[in-house]
């Protein structure tokens, strides 16, 4: 008689007689369900920052595999450098450049997006509500993940209100640590086009295990999901953070990659080499879109735009790191939505990986910025203090936006003067607007 094997916790054959716990190659289905054998380190801020994440010996193990991880990234002149996959030639521009996309909507949009099944993850956040109803006008379906469809928070629940119930939107809340009901959804709601905007933001997020769980760990759940899926292609939503303190200036994506500040940049950084992996085992098209701070109606109500407005709307005092010398590339929202529509219909016949700026190109301090956002709420810029430089802030972001230019055609051109107003024009108002059409 045939003996039983005893279950394991696959699911399948129980661990072989003296196989110790988290033996490489092991895909755990309790805790995060992670992969080790492939370096994927989402502990790497374990070594870079000393935060006990616990005891579980998956942590533990993982140490090793990040510590080379980061070692690859900070001896690599350039992340290209860290892999063999070789980009493809750009395709020719799909269009010229248009003067205001808002009031035109490109040639062929409707026609490439119409009944076009899409997957946003993240599709509750800024990035994410606002890509959802730009592909919902054009005519796409749009399954939306996100880790809960309600919330307290008013913003939040503003871009939710604005989604629910609208035609071909379908909302599913799931946790993208959970490998198992990923696979069930995306086997019945699967999409010609992933677009990967989940993440804990915030290169001053205060909880470093969340996000490396989140940014990293969720990242590889959701391409070991994507895996048995019919899928055309993945864009991935990195930071500008990634540079670190790199130079000269404008960024390049092929240029120097210095050493990533925060642990926020490094689990974006090794976010960047999950998909390049994914793409040399599958062949699939992949772009890396590295975008650079982002602003407008409806974004996270903890970044500078909105604290800033908050503060002068109170009458607060506000300090500025650096004595407000730092410099950031400003990229309205309207403008990050388009670049992510336009590099999804330029790399459908693709086969490629390619990695691109989404930026404006200009860079203004945020002394400057602060004056521009007063002026335009109309309340004077009076009880500033000059602070210390923080050391998690790069000096100064601009992005190089050639690569853009040259694969799409076009390049976020919102001035920040008309980014501010359209802002302050949705802080000024009374209530919600959900008039937009269903």
Do not use: C
């Not at 602003?295 to 300090?319: K, Q």
């Not at 490629?352 to 002026?375: E, K, P, Q, Y």
């Not at 000059?386 to 051109?413: F, I, K, N, S, Y």
């Not at 359209?422 to 009374?430: D, H, I, K, N, T």
């Amino acid at each position: 008689m045939a003996k039983k094997r005893n279950k394991g916790p696959r699911g399948g054959r129980g661990r072989r007689k003296g196989a110790a716990h988290g033996a490489p190659g092991e895909v755990l289905t309790e805790g995060w369900g992670v992969d080790y054998d492939d370096h994927f380190a989402f502990i790497a801020g374990y070594t870079a920052g000393g935060v006990p994440f616990g005891t579980t010996w998956e942590e533990h193990y993982a140490l090793e595999n990040a510590e080379a991880d980061l070692r690859s990234l900070e001896a690599s002149a350039s992340i290209e450098d860290l892999t063999a996959t070789a980009e493809p030639p750009a395709r020719p521009p799909v269009r010229g450049p248009i003067e205001d996309r808002r009031a035109r909507e490109p040639r062929g949009a409707f026609r490439f997006w119409r009944k076009r099944r899409v997957v946003v993850t993240g599709a509750a956040g800024f990035i994410g509500a606002a890509l959802s109803e730009a592909l919902l006008r054009r005519g796409a379906r749009v399954v939306g993940l996100d880790r809960a469809w309600s919330a307290t928070e008013p913003v939040r629940a503003e871009r939710i209100a604005r989604l629910i119930g609208r035609r071909r939107f379908t909302p599913i809340s799931v946790d993208l640590k959970s490998v198992k009901r990923l696979r069930k959804i995306l086997a019945r709601h699967w999409g010609s086009v992933v677009f990967h905007l989940a993440a804990q933001p915030g290169v001053r997020h205060p909880d470093v295990s969340e996000t490396y769980r989140d940014n990293l760990v969720g990242t590889k759940n959701l391409l070991r999901a994507l895996r048995r899926d019919p899928l055309r292609q993945v864009i991935f939503a990195s930071s500008s953070s990634v540079y670190g303190g790199a130079s000269p200036l404008p960024l390049r994506e092929d240029g120097i990659i210095g050493t990533p500040a925060s642990h926020y940049a490094r689990s974006k950084l090794l976010g960047e080499v999950a998909l390049r992996r994914f793409h040399a085992e599958t062949g699939l098209p992949v772009t890396v879109t590295r975008l650079f701070n982002v602003y407008g109606p409806r974004g996270r109500p903890d970044t500078v735009p909105l604290l800033f407005a908050r503060r002068l709307l109170a009458g607060e005092p506000i300090t500025l790191a650096a004595a407000g010398t730092v410099e950031r590339d400003f990229t309205f929202i309207d403008d990050v939505v388009d670049a992510l529509v336009l590099l999804a219909e330029a790399a459908d016949d693709a086969r490629g990986l390619a990695t691109v700026n989404v930026g404006t190109g200009v860079r203004t301090s945020i002394s400057d910025f602060l004056a521009h956002l007063a002026r335009h709420l109309g309340v004077p810029a009076s009880s500033v203090h000059a602070g210390l430089a923080h050391p998690l802030d790069a000096p100064v972001t601009q992005a190089d936006t050639a690569r853009l230019l040259e694969r799409v055609g076009w390049r976020p051109d919102t001035a920040l003067d008309r980014g501010l107003a359209e802002l302050v024009a949705w802080l000024r108002q009374p209530e919600p607007n959900y008039d937009e059409p269903r």
